[in-house]
């Protein structure tokens, strides 16, 4: 008889790259019988051999959401009756617990290291933004060391919750290698891209500012934080097209048809240790990056030579790696080859979803 998982989400969307794409049906083909319980307006349905299931819950803000929504979810996991239950977000954490003290295995799958988020964020007053990421990091802790598993995204959240819970597992979000088949005669574009979430605090007007007056276009894909800042890049920045956003396939073209791609998040507590999946991508798409010089980053691309490191907030550093790739075709073309190399070694959920498989099997 399959065992049944249960994953659940409040915050992310039923087709989410990490939730769905990666571990749920991951989980699928390994023979487990998978639910998966999301927060939408849409139909209930079975995608890939997942079953997805929406609460449909709906509220005017996110306070009313956090407390009213948990109640809905709890009702609805337990009539699930998994063996495994798998959830994704920090405001569930009590659900998490509830769940662990009725007896069921429960995972927490921590994918940014919110202590550290809490202090970027702007809409927080800075004066209480430290005693908020403490006091968080204790509650977090407090019902995480209780829970059957762990699993993190990056080398720093699981150095963290390795002290409060043993099994604690870094599986990282790399990419998916069928989605990146690379063809010899793909023709290049002159073309530069960006994808995933385009805001201030990831370097969008560095960016914008580097590219201006360069004899190339950049492919913008993903949501901008809001219709403001939209409205200031589209307006000001002649050379930028905005794809919107995209299905998984169409990414995957944008970047394998430019010539590089752009990951040059600014310095904040929460970016520097962070594994951004855009970075991965592009190397998988065999394109070379232009990369923030945080130490953990410039170890992999440096140290494989698949792009070149600069400091975000440097306009002109940004301006000279442009210039740097768009005048060296051959250059630019073997560090796209070395980043494709170390990402079908190294770098790629095929390696990834093996150690997610081992948790389930020591819950047994």
Known sequence: MKRKVCHITSVHSRYDIRIFEKECVSLVRAGYDVTLLVNDINENEIRKGVKIESINFTTKNRISRILLSEKIFLKRALNVDADIYHFHDPELLPLGYKLKKIGKFVIYDSHEDVPRQILAKNWIPLIIRKPISFLYEKYENSIVKHLGAVVTPTP?????????????????????????????????????????????????????????????????????????????????????????????????????????????????????????????????????????????????????????????????????????????EKKCNQMGNNGRKIVLEKYNWGIEKEKLYKIYSDLQ
Not at 200 to 223: P, S, T, V
Not at 225 to 239: A, G, H, Q, V, W
Not at 301 to 311: H, L, M, Q, T
């Open 156 to 328: 720093l959240i699981s150095s963290r919750f390795s002290k409060i819970n043993k099994k604690t597992v870094e599986v990282s979000n790399f990419p998916l290698l069928e989605e990146f088949n690379i063809h010899e005669n793909l023709s290049k574009k002159n073309v530069a891209c960006y994808v995933g979430g385009i805001t201030k605090n990831r370097g969008i007007f560095q960016i914008a500012d580097a590219m201006k007056n360069k004899d190339i276009e950049l492919i913008l894909c993903g949501n901008f934080e809001s219709e403001e800042l939209k409205s200031e890049i589209l307006n000001n920045y002649s050379n930028i097209r905005y794809l919107g956003v995209v299905d998984r396939k169409k990414i995957a073209e944008v970047i394998s048809e430019s010539l590089f791609g752009f990951v040059t998040l600014l310095p904040t507590p929460n970016h520097i240790n962070s594994y951004p999946i855009k970075m991965f991508e592009y190397m998988a798409g065999g394109i070379p990056v232009v990369a923030s010089d945080f130490p953990l980053w410039k170890s992999i691309v440096e140290s494989n030579d698949c792009g070149i490191c600069v400091d975000p907030n440097d306009t002109n550093e940004i301006s000279t790696a442009i210039d740097t790739l768009m005048e060296n």
